[in-house]
């Protein structure tokens, strides 16, 4: 169901995803991505990005876990020392969610329910570190910032999102230059062309990351106008991928390495 992309960026992680859902043949429009902060005295914490794809209430409810978890942790360690969790703090945040999940997952198969779900967390640790996790249906957590370095949710991982990063050979320390809130809003707009459960892109995305000018952790959403500039640029590029193509066959692929590598310069 549908499509959910992370990828760490710099000092933070990027979230984004397609807003379809189906259930059977019907599709309606649902959120996948939940920003996890907590207001106190005016004062605003960012602590994290949930995401989910697969059966819609399991994934509502995995994000309660999830905010339910963080918010344990900030009312006996944040809010008091006004900060986030640090790295091993993460770590732990980590493990109790796990054994919340594989707890409801296991209530579910013992009356027949096979939970069908995939969850991610997002974070960026006191430590200014980005950090990714993806839960799978057993509830059991996987750290993603380092190896690959991204991760993908949802049936259009399958239809043409892994794909696309395969094909732009995406390696995150390699990656630093790119717009990777372009990179993510075209991998969804190119495999919502092919798969009907995957919708284009409407602009659902966000970005925790550290902010020097504050000096502290931030989140925040994908800016209107940034969303109408990258579905004109993704229509640009759609165009010059066929037309390099175009030329490729015309003046042979030397030519245009070439010639690419002159413009770099």
Known sequence: MTLVIALVWGDGVLVSSDSRASSGFVFHEEKKIKPIYFIIDEEEYDLAIAGGAGDATLVKQGFRIIEDTFREWFNSVGFKEKRNPYTVEVESIVSNIEQK??????????????PSVSLLLATVSQERKPLLYVFDERGLAEPMHENPGYALLGKGVVTGGLLLLRLLDYRPGEAWEWDLGLLSAFIIDMVAE????????????????????????VLGPLKEEVYKEYK??????????????????????DKIEQGLKELIK
């Open 194 to 217: 092919i798969d009907p459960s995957v919708s284009p892109f409407l602009g659902e995305s966000y970005f925790i990351r550290y902010e020097k000018e504050k000096d502290k952790i």
């Open 101 to 114: 999940l594989m707890r409801r997952y296991r209530e579910l198969r013992s009356i027949g329910i096979e």
């Open 232 to 253: 004109e640029k993704i229509k640009k590029r759609k165009t010059l991928i066929k037309l390099l193509w175009n030329t490729m066959e015309k003046i042979g692929e």
